[in-house]
């Protein structure tokens, strides 16, 4: 019992981080040609030519190797100089292969013999207890696609709604399917060079203990390691020629060893070795529509494009062009315009064997992704436009395996009760960056929805009053109001530059101001609110991509798996306990950034000129065409003010912007030479010398109706490399007083332990684990879900309230029976000395004034003077945007988020199998179905190069 507690502590003591590669094993017994086992005999496993691991048979002739990485293996046992070799064992995650139909015969005799037998995998798999499958690298070039997704939608169980589409395994969600590559949890691309895949492995049920965080499916692949020989391929596959999407597919793959011991012999062993894969992909469309579809004919599209407007012929004002179109105005095309993607997948893995016992491998993958979006509603008339988007994925690992070997005794008998030991650490890193935005203005915000420039003139405007300050009756200045508007066309849009070109052209009219051109069809800079869209169901052409964004995306990991054999030592049965234990650490950090730039030059035209105001407090006094002040006018009694004398106004600041004051810091820097109180024409000045840093944070986000969407970049877009506090986005102040209002990035935790027994009887297999998961978002949120201040429970409520004629229980000092203390009340006006009381909440339970549940809190929003549950706030004057003014303190809102803790108990094992059939093919005949329309694996060139 004490050797038992033994070997679980040092196991215990190896197993401190977490599962990297699921392993697999091989079991099987070496007997001679009568049948009978054979003490002593050599086992080697051999992978790629290149020798992985081997052990010894016991007294009966039995052996077992585990920490077998997901591959194809070749099984070689040796006796007295004869051999006996297996070839094409495919070895799964978690899977025991049994060989024993046929087993490694080896004969006795002393005539030299080596044998050779492909394995061929048995009808029903006894090592196996998950259900799901395995698609190897022999399957997958038979299949004809290339995306990993639908390769494990070739499996049953698993749902894929189109090519390269999510997958939904048994119904689940496509976010509830968990991705492993190399052991590395999948964040970012998922796609792998073809010739770089071993094997995928789609478990769809009986998971064991060592996966978790994944409710639906777990879709595990295997990378090709290097092998003992030099040997490659260059294959080329295009349907350029065949078909109108233009796939175009280049892959090459190179193998072999860099440095070898006791080369030239027999006993040559690789030390070092190396894979590389890579693969590049060009379409012109990835995803060929299964209808026909259209769009308008070129020269039609280019009327349209130069032409927007046209006269009413039912009526007065403009129409759009677009929208008298005619069925001959249309034509189908045989492929989506404007969606061409290309990419490069690579993939590198290099072997080290460190020792005999020890292996060091680095591997890794990179992908380049480019692509124009199809985008449903710019496909009819505007697909020039489509946007673009990037992604780049750069993932790495480095993994490092040490196995145990089984000492054993003169007589072939164990020495210990410990066997087959080892363990494997792996460390990990993804990095993912992405980005979408319009293909002619990328990232500056102030070319999307640039028309051209607006010059507007003005006059002042007298009305005969008499003057409130002075008392004096004359012409006194109320205002300036525009006169004309000049227009310069834009060359950055020029499709939305044609909508005003067209209006000033067919018009003949002179427009007053901005809204004149507006109201006539025409359009303003930053103007998407009108004659944009065909019937509201396509965007009309030259009509920019609305937004741009990027995501910065980092992962770190942490894994171990260790796993020992613990058997009897002085018992002849084959059954033993397979320890596994597993501790994983990972760690997320996600930035975004996205801004919607087109309304910037409606904000920025509001925020301009704001604090000019006309200076009421200091009249002007125009008598006889000579100005004075009212202070002058007052000192000289010889002055008299006639009833046609005017009475003008200077010009105050009061309360200037923060967009306005840097503007003029930058139009200065310029040549400009404005002062405070000069009147600046934003729709004037050239887009160039606009940017987003002349906003504060507070104006884009535009007391909540924000134009920058952001989390680990600042509110302008650049990255913030280091932690932020979380209470920096209420407090922390540059040095003019302005909010910083920075947002640290998303940093998540997951860490998850296991341990599990797996245990067999000869050939069945049983597994019982224990897992525990945990997930830390690492973050603040909301004390109260549904308030951000805080509010009173029923016990803060004055009896006074209560005891209220317009509240529930009038005379009565508490709230109704069956409202606890600790609810929260909700009244009409939380600012007045009386509010009414509404209602109550205790959590998401919601009750009347009368304390009766109730199923939807509207009941109680409709009575609020808001329109919404407006809580009893403690203090209704506080202020999230000015906490330090209102004496608010962030953190009585906020707590640290609970770490969510998952323990799942698992017991599988396989004596049997279930039949289960499934079918899947496309209708031939259909002329709507994708491949009757020529996908590109049906009517493709394939060249192939075999380097050997």
């Known amino acids: 019992m004490i050797r038992v507690l033994y070997a679980f502590a040092l196991v215990l003591m190896a197993s401190t981080v ?36 081997g052990t010894a048979t016991d007294f009966d002739g039995n052996y077992s190797v585990p920490a077998l990485s997901p591959g194809t293996y070749d099984v070689e046992a040796s006796y007295q100089g004869n051999k006996t070799r297996i070839t094409e064992v495919r070895v799964s995650a978690g899977q025991t292969v049994f060989l024993k139909d046929p087993p490694l015969t080896v004969t006795s005799s002393i005539q030299l013999e080596d044998v050779i037998v492909k394995y061929e995998a048995p009808l029903v798999d006894q090592g196996n207890t998950t259900s799901g499958g395995v698609v190897t690298k022999e399957d997958i070039k038979n299949i004809p696609t290339r995306n990993v997704q639908t390769l494990a939608a070739t499996k049953a169980a698993v749902y894929q709604s189109d090519e390269g589409a999510g997958l939904n395994v048994k119904g689940s969600r496509g976010d509830a399917v968990e991705y492993v590559i190399d052991g590395v949890r999948v964040s970012g691309s998922l796609n792998l060079p073809q010739n770089a895949i071993e094997q995928l492995q789609v478990i769809t049920g009986g998971v064991d203990a060592r ?94 494009f130069n032409d927007p407007l046209t006269s009413s012929q039912t009526g007065s004002g403009l129409v759009l062009n677009s929208e008298l179109l005619t069925q001959e105005d249309f034509e189908e095309v045989k492929f989506k315009q404007n969606t061409s993607n290309d990419g490069l997948n690579v993939t590198g893995k290099f072997d080290l064997r460190t020792g005999e016992t ?45 196995r145990f070997p089984e000492r054993k005794n003169a007589d072939g008998t164990s020495s210990s009760i410990l066997g087959n030991a080892y363990y494997s650490l792996q460390f990990d890193y993804t990095k993912f960056k992405a980005n979408r935005e319009d293909p002619n203005h990328g990232q500056n915000p102030f070319n999307y929805g640039y028309v051209g420039s607006f010059q507007s003139f003005d006059r002042p405007v007298y009305i005969y009053q008499q003057d409130s300050l002075t008392g004096l009756n004359g012409y006194t200045l109320v205002g300036f109001s525009d006169t004309a508007v000049q227009f310069t066309p834009g060359t950055l849009n020029p499709g939305l530059t044609n909508y005003t070109s067209d209006y000033y052209a067919s018009t003949g009219l002179q427009p007053n101001n901005i809204f004149d051109i507006q109201l006539g069809g025409g359009l303003l800079n930053g103007d998407f609110n009108q004659n944009l869209t065909v019937y509201s169901m396509y965007y009309n052409t030259g009509v920019p991509w609305f937004n741009y964004s ?135 000045l050239d887009p160039s010398l606009l940017s987003l840093d002349l906003f504060s944070p507070d104006e884009l986000l535009n007391n909540g109706n924000q134009f920058v969407f952001y989390n680990g970049f600042d509110i302008y877009g650049n990255k913030l490399d280091e932690p932020v506090a979380w209470d920096d986005f209420f407090l922390a102040q540059d040095e003019n007083g302005n909010y910083l ?208």
């Open 18 to 53: 977490a599962l990297a590669q699921t392993n697999g094993e091989i079991q099987g017994k070496v007997v001679d040609e009568n049948g009978d086992g054979i003490p002593f005999a050599n086992v080697a496993v051999y992978n790629g030519g290149v020798l992985v691991t």
């Open 211 to 304: 996966y978790g965080d994944a409710t639906g499916g777990i879709i595990s692949i295997t990378t090709r390691g290097p092998s003992r020989d030099f040997n490659g391929e260059v294959e080329g596959i295009t349907s350029q020629f065949l078909d109108n999407y233009g796939y175009n597919l280049g892959n090459v793959f190179l193998t072999g060893p860099i440095i070898q011991k006791y080369k030239g012999t027999d006993t040559t062993k690789s030390i070092f070795g190396f894979f590389l894969a890579a693969e590049y992909l060009r379409e012109r469309d990835p995803d060929p529509a299964a209808v026909p579809i259209y769009k308008v004919r070129d020269d039609v599209l280019n009327n349209v």
């Open 358 to 402: 020890t292996n060091l491998t680095f591997g890794g993958t990179f992908r380049y992704f480019r692509s124009n979006d199809y985008v449903q509603t710019f496909s009819m008339f505007n697909y020039d436009n489509n946007p673009i988007s990037t992604n780049n994925t750069y993932r790495g690992y480095m993994r490092f395996t040490q």
């Open 741 to 948: 209002r920075n947002v640290d990035a998303f940093r998540p935790i997951y860490s998850a332990a296991y341990i599990q027994d797996r245990f067999n009887f000869n050939d069945i297999i049983f597994r019982i684990g224990l897992r525990v998961d945990r997930y830390d978002a690492n973050r603040k949120v909301l004390q109260d879900e549904f308030t951000l201040y805080d509010a009173r429970s029923a016990s803060e409520v004055d009896a006074s309230i209560y005891s209220a004629p317009n509240n529930y229980g009038s005379g009565a000092s508490s709230a109704p029976s069956g409202i606890g203390d600790d609810f929260v009340v909700y009244v009409d006006d939380p600012s007045s000395t009386t509010p009414t009381i509404l209602g109550y909440r205790d959590g998401r339970t919601w009750y009347n004034a009368a304390g009766e549940e109730v199923n939807n809190p509207n009941v109680i929003a409709f009575q609020s003077a808001g329109g919404e549950p407006t809580p009893y706030l403690v203090d209704p004057n506080h202020d999230v945007k000015r906490p330090e003014e209102t004496g608010w303190d962030p953190s009585s809102s906020f707590v640290d988020y609970e770490p969510q803790i998952t323990v799942e108990q698992t017991t599988t094992s396989e004596d049997g199998f279930e039949p289960c059939l499934a079918r899947s093919f496309p209708d031939l005949f259909d002329p709507n179905s994708r491949s009757s329309r020529g996908e590109p694996w049906n009517q493709a060139i394939r060249v192939t190069a075999r380097i050997q």
């Open 550 to 684: 990027y995501t910065d995306e980092d992962q770190f990991g942490l894994q171990l798996n260790a796993a020992v054999d613990l058997k009897n030592p002085n018992s002849k049965n084959s059954s033993k306990h397979s320890l596994e234990f597993g501790f994983e650490f990972q760690q997320r950090v996600e930035r975004f950034w996205g801004i919607n730039p087109t309304s910037l030059w409606t904000v920025a035209r509001q925020l301009t000129n704001q604090h000019i105001q006309l200076d009421n407090q200091n009249p002007i006094l125009v008598i006889d065409g000579q100005s004075y002040t009212y202070e002058e006018y007052l000192a000289d009694p010889s002055l008299q003010f006639g009833q046609f004398d005017t009475i003008n106004y200077g010009f105050s600041n009061v309360g200037q912007t923060v967009f306005d004051q840097n503007l003029r810091e930058r139009l200065n820097a310029n040549g400009f030479n404005l002062t405070d109180l000069d009147f600046i024409d934003v729709d004037a």
